[in-house]
């Protein structure tokens, strides 16, 4: 299985500051990666699908990039409401495999 | 809209089974695979396999083969998870998700295994 690893777990940033997150895959899976967004006792959300494709109706503070083995996911400026756990997810074969998460906190 | 219903919480002894419900409404039922996701207390998320709606077939993740079991009942535009022997470390919320990508996602069945 394709292992996703994550970076960092953990992340203490304030509103307004633009963070950056990483998932490296173990092999080359394209551009087949999503972002999600999860908040305590919430189902995931969906951000970014596609690698760098923006969900409808999420804001466009949010992007992601990357092909290939290395990804990011980019907050543009915080806002309140961003202080959530982010999960990346590699969907270019079976078993999808997730990252083990980063948790955005206030600094 | 789409959405996605799940059952409701249950609490299961070890070596037991139980059977998680997903009924989708607001789209056509077997237009996109479901996929089952689950997340212990504290912890990160997890993929369990995935049924296609339309023709039954299934892909799990090998950690699951031989203990979860997916089906699917398009009469009813429902999805069906079933995990048997379960063991404490089965203690999870369960989630369903379907979409063009993977976007809707069930609120979660809390499954508890506990003597």
């Known amino acids: 299985a394709i292992q996703m690893t994550q970076s960092p777990s953990s992340l203490s940033a304030s509103v307004g500051d ?17 972002w999600y967004q999860q908040k305590p006792g919430r189902a995931p959300q969906l951000l970014i699908y596609a690698a760098s494709s923006l969900q409808s109706g999420v804001s466009s503070r949010f992007s992601g990039s990357g092909s290939g083995t290395d990804f990011t996911l980019t907050i543009s400026s915080l806002q309140p409401e961003d202080f959530a756990t982010y999960y990346c997810l590699q969907d270019y074969n079976y078993p999808h495999t997730f990252g083990q998460g980063t948790k955005l906190e206030i600094k | 809209q789409v959405q996605l219903v799940q ?3 249950e ?44 023709s039954g077939g299934t892909n799990y993740a090998q950690k699951f083969q031989g203990t979860v079991t997916m089906t699917r009942d398009t009469s009813i535009s429902t ?3 079933e995990l048997i022997r379960l063991r404490s470390d089965d203690t999870a919320v369960y989630y369903c998700a379907t ?13 508890t295994v506990s003597s």
């Open chain 2, 99 to 111: 979409g063009a990508h993977l976007d809707v996602w069930g609120p979660g069945t809390t499954v």
């Open chain 2, 11 to 54: 609490v299961k002894k070890p070596g037991a089974s139980v059977k998680v419900s997903c009924k989708a409404s607001g789209y056509t039922f077997t237009g996109y695979y479901m996929h089952w996701v689950r997340q212990a207390p504290g912890q990160g998320l997890e993929w369990m396999g995935r049924i296609n709606p339309n």
């Open chain 2, 79 to 81: 999805a069906y998870m």
């Open chain 1, 18 to 34: 633009r963070v950056t997150i990483t998932c490296r895959a173990s092999q080359g899976i394209r551009k087949d990666l999503r």
């Open chain 2, 7 to 9: 059952s409701g919480a």
